[in-house]
Structures are given as C-alpha cells and as structure tokens.
C-alpha cells in the first residue's frame, strides 16, 4: 500500500471547529454512466462541515498508484493508505476545518488510465481539528469472495467516529449490507463490464464509549473487494 499528499491550496469560508458531539452535516456521490477517468458529484451545501471525507473506488489497470482528488471549493487534501486487490482500488481523502458551500463539487480523477471511479462524500461537524485521524487499516479479498472486513480498529476514547469505505470491482455486483450498525451515507452499485463503473459504500459509526470496530461488507456476488476503516476524533 502506497500514499500520496494532494495539496490545493485556497481561502473562503470553513467550517465549525472541533468541540462537541460529531455531527453528520451532508452527503453526496457520483457515478458516470459509460466509465470515464474523472468523476465529479452532484453539487450539494456543505456549509457548517468542519470535516470531509471522499471515498473513490477506482481500477488501477495496472499503472497508477494514487490517485488525486480536488473539490470547488479549492481545499487541501490528505490521504489515507489506499488498498488495492488486483483491478479494485480504494482510496480515501480527508480535509480538516475545510472551506466549504452551498453547492460544492467534489471529483477524483484516475487521468490517463480509465480507472472508471466512483465517488461517496461526507461531512461532518465537531471533528477535532488536531491529530483528527487516531489510526486506519485496511484489506482485500483477492477476488476469492463476497464479503469483506478491513480489519479490528479500536478507538481511544470516548464518542469517537468510525469511517468505512468500500470498493468492489465492475462485474455486475450491487451493495448488500455493512453491519455493526454502521450508517451508509451512499453506495454507487456497479453494473456491469458494458459500463464499466466501480461498486462502493461509504460508511460511518459514532461511537459513544470507546471501543473496537471490524465491520462486514457484503456484495451480491464475488468479485475483487477492497475496504478502508478510519479513527476519528
């Protein structure tokens, strides 16, 4: 598994600071219909989000590593260890006390491979502002089911957030189910080899005492799976 900072710098209005319950503020997503290499959201307010999260599922046809995303409202990027298994890629992106608005778009962009991606966002309020990530882990299935855990996180305090995104390939497979009573936020199902679109889910837990998370993904059928799980402050 390999990183990449994406940095794109700007100004405007941000979001609240941390303090406070973690709040869900809004959510959107994105598919394109014949597979493309860039993907970009419908326009949604995200106007009192203090912290976003993108989840872009992708396939890597073999020749990127990393992916970068970028959003209307000009915000900086960071990313967490993205988890590849052969064609499924996720890989996910966090920005902190970020500049926000009323119809904000948000794209990651798998240029010049087609990496056929889909995009899953969520924001929040009340995310703390320093050391806001406390740990990630991640797995693949190696195409050999369809079901997916992406490994026991254990949060260190109280009424933290737990963060899943998930990614399957594009054989025609359509979202099942996530349990330990995660909240999905979207998935994009993916329809088949004609349109070439990458499945995925975006997910997330608060969690009033702090405690260990390993969520299930389940897909309808097997294919190549790749999950992300985050700590949240």
Do not use: R
């Not at 503020?25 to 959201?41: D, E, F, L, M």
């Not at 970068?68 to 006390?97: K, R």
């Not at 693949?140 to 997916?148: P, Q, W």
């Amino acid at each position: 598994a390999q990183t990449m900072l994406v940095i794109v710098s700007g100004a405007g209005s941000g979001g609240g600071g941390g303090g406070g319950t973690i709040t869900p503020i809004q959510h959107s997503k994105g598919s394109n219909a014949t597979g493309a290499a860039v993907v970009t959201s419908t326009a949604a307010d995200y106007t009192g989000s203090n912290f976003i999260i993108i989840n872009c599922p992708w396939g890597t046809g073999g020749t990127l590593a990393a992916i970068p995303v970028y959003d209307s409202s000009l915000n900086t990027w960071h990313p967490l260890t993205y988890h590849q298994d052969g064609t499924a890629s996720d890989s996910m992106f966090y920005c902190i006390s970020c500049t926000t608005s009323a119809s904000q778009t948000f794209s990651c962009d798998t240029t010049p491979s087609n990496g056929y991606p889909t995009i899953q966002i969520a924001g929040f309020s009340n995310v703390a502002t320093s050391s806001t990530l406390e740990s990630q882990t991640g797995a693949v299935n190696a195409g050999a089911g369809a079901t997916l855990q992406p490994g026991s996180l254990t949060s260190a305090a109280n009424s933290e957030m737990f963060i899943f995104g998930g990614a399957w390939g594009y054989g025609a497979d359509a979202f099942t189910s996530i349990d330990s009573s995660f909240t999905v936020t979207d998935s994009v199902n993916a329809p088949g080899p004609s349109t070439y679109v990458y499945g995925g889910v975006l997910a997330y837990k608060l969690k009033p005492t702090a405690g260990a998370e390993n969520p299930l993904l389940t897909i309808a059928t097997t294919d190549s799976m790749a999950a992300t799980l985050a700590v949240i402050k």
